[in-house]
């Protein structure tokens, strides 16, 4: 290289970047290596992809059951509670009935012991 | 669907230097070099990917390869002149076969390698890979203003420690 052409040296700078650049080989064996890496992965590979299927059709079917679980409970909890308010509506109403029969009941006592005639035989 | 062996054979056979280059340029470091190099193939076989074309299966090795080899250098914290001796000298005796200066080719190297992370990978890309900013922006992401700011910024750094390493290689007795 000549000092004294410095600016043809400038003039070439990118040139030689490009060819300082050029690609190199990757060390021997590299293509080997990978096949072998590759080859390797395939073994555990297709263990796995039947494993995820089975388990994906497992998790599905898991979650179907899970979702139906929940409706049917939310049903019967429905149910239930219907039950209890009606079954409770009922004894509120026979409670209420025994009172007021029980009241009619002393009212029709007390008018009798005034020696008022009751109209309960229909005269 | 993975992509067959034999096809893998073939796509190896046909880009290792380039996915090699790329990762040895970026990372500075042949041993993280080959080891990136060998990700970039594993990961495009079990992709997937669908490749349908030769300018498409280059973009996606290149793409990837660019950035796992980031991803090395910042993982590993490499300071890529540390191990520039190892492949210096592969290069130097590639290049007096190449009938190159061979001198010259190894000062580009070690500058090369104490540029910033971003102005290496846009250098490695246009030099090397000859492709155009506006390639480079799409494979890395990033705008093209950006690309040609470190392109620009890489070049003068090199250029100005050229000047230097220039110097001093001149002054070598012939």
Not at chain 1, 108 to 117: D, F, H, K, P, Y
Not at chain 2, 18 to 35: K, N, P
Not at chain 2, 46 to 61: I, K, M, N, P, Q
Request: hydrophobic share 40%; charged share 30%; glycine share 6%.
């Amino acid at each position: 290289m000549s000092v004294s052409q410095p600016e043809e040296q400038w003039s070439r700078f990118e040139e030689k970047l490009s060819d300082a650049m050029r690609r190199v080989d990757p060390p021997e064996g590299f293509a080997e290596r990978v096949m072998a890496r590759a080859q390797a992965d395939d073994r555990p590979r297709a263990r796995i992809v039947p494993f995820l299927r089975r388990a994906r059709v497992w998790v599905s079917g898991a979650i179907a059951a899970a979702l139906l679980a929940g409706v049917f409970v939310a049903e019967q909890m429905r149910l239930r509670q219907e039950r209890e308010r009606t079954e409770l509506a009922r004894q509120q109403f026979e409670a209420a009935m025994r009172i007021t029969g029980e009241t009619l009941q002393q009212a029709r006592q007390q008018l009798q012991q005034a020696g008022v005639r009751v109209g309960t035989d229909g005269n | 669907m993975a992509i067959a062996d034999d096809e893998l054979r073939g796509m190896i056979a046909v880009h290792q230097r380039m996915v090699f280059s790329i990762a040895l340029r970026v990372t500075g470091d042949y041993a993280t070099a080959e080891e990136v190099a060998q990700d970039v193939f594993l990961e495009l076989y079990r992709s997937g990917e669908r490749l349908v074309s030769e300018d498409h299966v280059r973009f996606w090795l290149r793409r990837v390869a660019t950035h796992r080899a980031i991803d090395a250098l910042r993982r590993k914290a490499i300071r890529p002149e540390d191990a520039a001796e190892e492949w210096i000298e592969e290069e130097h005796s590639d290049g007096e076969a190449r009938g190159c200066d061979a001198g010259l080719q190894v000062r580009m190297e070690e500058l090369l390698r104490t540029l910033p992370e971003p102005m290496r990978v846009a250098i490695v890309l246009r030099y090397q890979e000859e492709m155009m900013p506006d390639e480079i922006a799409r494979l890395l992401g990033k705008s093209v203003a950006s690309v040609k700011s470190h392109l620009h910024q890489g070049l003068t750094l090199l250029r100005r420690k050229a000047a230097v390493t220039m110097k001093e290689y001149v002054r070598e007795p012939a």
